[in-house]
């Protein structure tokens, strides 16, 4: 059997939230892995499956870029995108 490297993402999170802090302490009982950045419970991200872009400013595009700098420590994404054949 192959094991595959996943994490969890929080999406829609208020980290300050009752129901988040359990939820947090039940999947750090199991012992699963979190990504550290979460996604806030915010309209933009509503927006993006509407739009299909994904924000790049404000608070939303901070959290995006908090998150693939964490994905690309863990090496799940390449640091620079690969270039593309012509």
């Keep these: ?8 993402v929080c999406s829609r ?9 359990a939820v947090m302490a039940d999947l750090a009982a199991a ?3 979190l990504l550290r950045q979460s996604l806030s419970d915010l309209s933009d991200f509503g927006k993006v499956s509407l739009s299909g872009k994904v924000p790049l400013t404000g608070k939303v595009g901070g959290q995006v870029d908090r998150m693939v700098e964490e994905l690309v420590v863990l ?3 390449p640091a620079k995108p690969a270039s593309r054949a012509a």
């Design 31 to 33: 012992g699963l892995p």
């Design 75 to 77: 090496g799940a994404v």
């Design 13 to 21: 999170w208020n980290i300050r939230g009752l129901v988040e802090r």
């Design 1 to 8: 059997m192959r094991e595959i490297p996943f994490r969890i």
